[in-house]
């Protein structure tokens, strides 16, 4: 079955980079995410790796898929407090609609 | 483009009672997603429609839960009767559905479900 792990919390400073790692255990996933969370809004997108590439950059987002470890990261450079929020991995198998399983979600908290 | 609509945003019933939340899909979407999450937890699945055909509800508890998709555009899922346990944020998705594509879900703000 499907098993997201997170970190629960991180705290960083304001203008430095955040990590936040998330291990996966399905081997068969397709694509995985990274989904933003603002208190009292839904989710979302950020960006998304496909299982086939090992790095996806945007902006001030870097992706990086291990799946020999089966291991995602999101780095966030010169993190800014309006990066406050809790970042949810994601993962989903195949193309077209499909569920995502979720992890637990990291709170970020970024200090001025 | 109006994103997912939810509604109400906030509800407190005690338990027992019934109630029921409501979702309009992104135009255009045929795949619509009710998720359930709790606090402190990621979004679970709760079921999916194409169009108007619950595709995966394995995860519904069909004991006291229950979705309609009738027109395959708006939705309303129902918890009758409430419990405790229910207390929850209940998010809705839509994603264009087209096999074969990458389909991003788009969620709404969720109702937030407090049972007394």
């Known amino acids: 079955g499907e098993d997201v792990e997170q970190s629960l919390f991180l705290s960083v400073r304001e203008g430095d980079s955040s990590v936040i790692n998330c291990t996966y255990t399905?081997?068969?996933?397709?694509?995985l995410y990274w989904y933003k969370q603002e208190p009292g809004a839904g989710l979302q997108l950020l960006t998304y790796?496909?299982?086939?590439?090992d790095m996806k950059q945007d902006q001030r987002l870097t992706v990086l898929l291990n799946k020999k470890d089966k291991h995602l990261s999101l780095r966030i450079a010169d993190t800014q407090t309006g990066d406050s929020a809790i970042y949810f991995c994601?993962?989903?198998?195949?193309?077209?609609?499909?569920?995502?399983?979720f992890g637990t979600g990291t709170r970020l908290t970024v200090i001025p | 483009e109006a994103g997912v609509v939810q509604s109400p945003r906030y509800k407190i019933i005690e338990k027992k009672q019934p109630v029921a939340f409501w979702c309009n899909p992104i135009?255009?979407?045929?795949?619509l997603y009710w998720y359930l999450q709790n606090l402190g937890q990621g979004p679970e699945l709760l079921i999916r429609?194409?169009?108007?055909?619950?595709?995966?509800d394995s995860q519904l508890p069909k004991d006291r839960f229950s979705a309609e998709r009738l027109k395959g555009v708006d939705s309303t899922l129902k918890i009758q009767p409430a419990e405790l346990g229910d207390s929850a944020v209940y998010l809705c998705?839509?994603?264009?559905?087209?096999?074969?594509?990458?389909?991003?879900?788009?969620f709404g703000p969720g109702t937030r479900l407090t049972v007394l």
């Open positions: 998705a839509s994603s264009k559905g087209t096999s074969g594509v990458y389909n991003e879900q788009f």
């Open positions: 399905d081997s068969s996933s397709t694509y």
């Open positions: 790796i496909f299982s086939n590439m």
């Open positions: 994601a993962e989903s198998k195949g193309t077209g609609a499909n569920n995502l399983f």
């Open positions: 135009s255009g979407h045929n795949t």
């Open positions: 429609y194409e169009n108007e055909e619950a595709v995966d």
